[in-house]
């Protein structure tokens, strides 16, 4: 019975050496849960940047559509428009992009711009309001603005809308910068947390260990106080 209890303490004992330490379990711990704050940081900072590229660019390509409605002309109870060289312009400063345009009123139809540019806004459209949305065209994403507003003209009854994409290279590679100087920003945080953590837990569990090898060295029996 003896030799089963002596057996069985020596079978503990070369399990509990076997277990990982205090130790690295504390540190396996904190660099998991590091982990995972970075990567949902990650995922924000992809979401966020992706959202600040299409506000900055939205800016340019309203403000070339809005150049473009301020040059809407009525001449002989028909529509026209005279685009100017500003409006193309604002949109030149994403300068890897390529725009498409296209013009149209409820009442004449087709005026000017790309003919296979055919697009409706996926909501509801009001008049006076953009409205910003993507859509696939001639085998890329694009993303583009639709202005419809009512036409003022004594003549002329309906609506006139205006519609105008720029490609998406500037954003996606603005976007690309934002989320590569931030990840670099979240890794460098992660290790510099993952070296205080594992300095920290040497600094307090470093008198547990002390206590462990003084109760190591103690004989069998030995009662006195550490």
Partial sequence: MWQRS??????????????PSLRKRFIFAGTGV?????LIAINLVFNYSQRLADLSYDRLLLSALLQMDENILAENDTLSIDIPW??????????????????????EGYITGNKTLMSKPPSQSELGKPQFYNQTFSGEVIRLVW????????????????????????????????TTRAIQVILLIAIV???????????VLNPLHRIEELLEERQPGDLTPI
């Fill in 6 to 19: 002596a057996d069985l303490a020596e079978t503990e004992a070369l399990e509990l050496k076997k277990a």
């Fill in 193 to 203: 947390a993952i070296i205080l953590i594992m300095l920290g837990s040497h600094l």
């Fill in 34 to 38: 590091i982990a995972v704050i970075a």
């Fill in 147 to 178: 202005l419809e507003r009512a036409v003022t003209e004594a003549n002329i009854q309906g609506s006139v809308a205006i519609l105008l994409g720029q490609t998406r290279l500037s954003r996606e590679t603005m976007a690309a910068s934002i």
């Fill in 86 to 107: 500003s409006a193309f312009s604002t949109l030149a400063q994403a300068n890897e992009d390529r725009i498409f345009y296209r013009v149209e009123s409820s009442v």
